[in-house]
């Protein structure tokens, strides 16, 4: 990527997550249920619980560790409602990059992140 296209890119991708992550913010309106189970693995460890050994972890070892930091900082569901929109945020910013740059055109860039928001 040209150094004359990398700022606007990284604006553009900045300014694509921020959107997304005020958008989810105002559009939230409850939780799936695998929230419910997110939480519930990461209180589990912790109390000290080990996945596999004390309950049943289905294979998503980042997701109970990020779900247990958010809870560490913040006990309860409004830790898991922001770790998840900030992960969406993120998905959006970075394809809005990555777009921009296979392309070499900001608009699709814009265009792919904001997708990845609405979806």
Do not use: K, Y
Not at 32 to 56: I, T, Y
Not at 57 to 67: D, F, K, N, Q, R
Not at 72 to 98: Q, Y
């Amino acid at each position: 990527m040209s150094a004359r296209l990398q700022l606007p890119v990284v604006l553009a991708s900045i300014a694509v997550a921020l959107a997304t992550l005020l958008f989810r913010l105002a559009a939230f309106n409850g939780f799936e249920n695998d929230h419910f189970m997110h939480v519930a693995w990461s209180q589990q460890l912790l109390f000290g619980d080990w996945p596999g050994r004390d309950f049943v972890e289905p294979g998503m070892p980042l997701v109970v560790a990020l779900s247990a930091l958010g809870q560490l900082a913040w006990p309860g569901f409004f830790s898991e409602a922001v770790l998840g929109i900030a992960m969406v945020s993120a998905a959006a910013g970075f394809t809005c990059a990555t777009a921009a740059s296979v392309t070499r055109s900001i608009p699709a860039g814009l265009a792919a992140g904001l997708l990845v928001a609405a979806s």
